[in-house]
């Protein structure tokens, strides 16, 4: 690993000054990706700035019923947090769905959110990726993508985020608080992430003059009946194959409210509103969330080694949405 | 810059840090580059080798130690992260040399065959059993805003997929961890 200068500011606007004094900072939450990506020469950052002291780390409920969740609140904590797994299960289903025991008391909101690929590509260096060179090609197109996106992929690139929790989140409408020298502004999150397009080294929308301070979640009623499933290699600590979050009110058997978002199938979260849009109304039966799902999958196309994931998803959504149309039955 | 700043707080150029370890109840002044894993410091200047150093990247788990009581992975951590914090590994846990229930758990249900993974594994069962006795759910519990979680074997499973036992051990360290659980829920193992 590359040496570097390391800080930890005590308040927001001192991280600020740090990030904009130096090109190659990088902010680090609980490490567990960049350290990671530092060790491997992927991330080289000459200055590391340690979020973590920040006063960000609280989970408060605002006057409008939102919950307001502090970038350096760690996973483990929000997935435990009684407003979350009474209000949201699906985002703490989530949370405890991603990586394992340690790495959820280690990783914070923020960093979960600015996380990179796991692409095995992205992660060689004598492999060709646009992502980490750009120009330089993508290996994943013609390798092993078992892994890789089927949605909201372009031939420069076909890596999915890796989050669990930003798929929730995606559902659930959530806002990201940023801040930076020109003042606070908010960004959904469903907007946070960019697509690849000839540009897979642009991530998200945060400057590089920018840090996370918060992910706010407006009321959602339909969130109580929630939930967050995911197919993976391998029963527990894998990244997901494809997974669903949803959240669904039914009211004498019509869908009266409707949230889905998919991971692990394109490079961001993946909704699609127009095909929650051809629910609401409509009978809470198999028949119907087969149309949502093929109104969400539109356009999704297979590689060499994850065509597989096409179907998987449309079954994991049908089978997501008449599990909680179930429980709306029971109650 | 404040002027009770403390040390970590100033921008420096590349270089040492003062940092202060707080290991197994003792207090350990070290001056480190930032890029020292909490690790290998523990290891490499401590001689805390209870530590294991297995994939060095996040993925076995036989590096986990306690960080405030929090289970974490020391490879992935900096070690001028935890200036000033406390800091449990296996060596703090055999008070004067005698085991903790756990560690004997461990002998008595076979926990283990090359013993590698079995430092990770015991500081791992300390947090998630401390995580689970504060209500913490987990990927397998049914609700997850139920006020009591059973400790079952599922449950046990899934709280410790992040330690990876190549000897596979996992049904020896599985009832390990079940009978200290239901000791410290009051029910007879």
């Known amino acids: 690993m590359r040496n570097f200068s390391f800080h930890k500011p005590a308040t927001v606007s001192e991280a600020l000054v740090l990030l904009s004094r130096r090109d190659g900072a990088k902010l680090l939450g609980g490490g567990t990706n960049l350290v990671d990506l530092m060790r491997e020469n992927i991330e080289q950052?000459?200055?590391?700035?340690?979020?973590t002291g920040l006063p960000l780390g609280a989970v408060t409920e605002g006057p409008r019923g939102e919950i307001v969740v502090g970038a350096t609140t760690r996973n483990s904590a929000l997935a435990g947090h009684r407003l979350i797994r009474e209000r949201f299960p699906v985002l703490s289903e989530a949370l405890l769905a991603g990586a394992s025991g340690q790495i959820r008391n280690m990783a914070t909101v923020g960093g979960n959110i600015m996380q990179r690929t796991?692409?095995?590509?992205?992660?060689?260096e004598a492999a060709r990726c646009n992502k980490r060179s750009p120009g330089a090609g993508c290996d994943a197109l013609g390798g092993f993508n078992r892994m890789?996106?089927?949605?909201?992929?372009?031939?420069?690139?076909?890596?999915?985020?890796?989050?669990?929790?930003?798929v929730a989140l995606a559902a659930l409408d959530a806002v990201v608080h940023v801040t930076g020298p020109d003042g606070a502004r908010v960004i959904?999150?469903?907007?946070f992430h960019r697509l690849p397009g000839e540009h897979p080294e642009q991530e998200?929308?945060?400057r590089p003059d920018e840090l996370i301070t918060a992910v706010e979640l407006p009321p959602l009623g339909a969130a109580r009946r929630s939930s967050y499933r995911k197919v993976r290699d391998r029963a527990s600590y894998a990244f997901a194959l494809v997974s669903v979050a949803a959240a669904l009110e039914v009211e004498d058997g019509l869908v009266r409210t409707l949230r889905l978002a998919l991971g692990g199938v394109a490079p961001k979260p993946w909704r699609v509103a127009a095909a929650e849009a051809t629910a609401v109304g409509a009978a809470a039966t198999p028949e119907t969330f087969q149309r949502v799902a093929d109104a969400t999958l539109a356009g999704a196309v297979g590689h060499a080694h994850n065509g597989f994931k096409i179907e998987l998803a449309r079954r994991l959504i049908v089978h997501s949405l008449a599990e909680l149309a179930r429980t709306e039955d029971a109650r | 810059m404040k002027a009770n700043d403390t040390h970590h707080d100033r921008p420096t150029d590349p270089g040492d840090h003062p940092v202060t370890l707080r290991v197994n109840g003792a207090t350990h002044r070290l001056t480190l580059e930032p890029r020292v894993s909490l690790l290998d410091a523990l290891r490499e200047r401590l001689h805390l080798t209870g530590s294991k150093k297995g994939c060095n990247q996040g993925a076995c788990g036989a590096c986990t130690v306690l960080v405030n009581g929090q289970r974490v992975l020391s490879c992935l951590t900096l070690a001028v992260q935890c200036d000033g914090e406390a800091i449990t590994t296996i060596e703090g846990l055999a008070a004067e040399g005698r085991l903790s229930p756990l560690q004997q758990a461990f002998i008595d249900h076979d926990g283990f065959q090359c013993g590698y993974c079995t430092p990770g594994q015991i500081c791992s069962a300390m947090g998630m059993l401390a995580e689970h006795g504060e209500g913490m759910p987990s990927a397998v519990t049914r609700d997850v805003a139920a006020t009591s979680i059973d400790l079952s074997e599922a449950e046990i499973k899934e709280r410790m997929s992040g330690n990876l036992c190549r000897c596979g051990a996992y049904e020896g360290i599985?009832?390990?961890?079940?009978?200290?659980?239901?000791?410290?829920?009051?029910?007879a193992p």
């Open chain 1, 118 to 124: 796991r692409c095995s590509y992205f992660y060689d």
């Open chain 1, 188 to 191: 959904p999150l469903i907007d």
């Open chain 1, 204 to 206: 998200t929308r945060l």
């Open chain 1, 148 to 166: 890789h996106a089927i949605l909201g992929a372009s031939p420069s690139c076909i890596a999915t985020h890796p989050s669990d929790m930003c």
């Open chain 1, 45 to 51: 950052p000459t200055a590391v700035i340690d979020v």
């Open chain 2, 174 to 187: 599985h009832a390990a961890i079940h009978q200290i659980g239901r000791a410290a829920r009051g029910t």
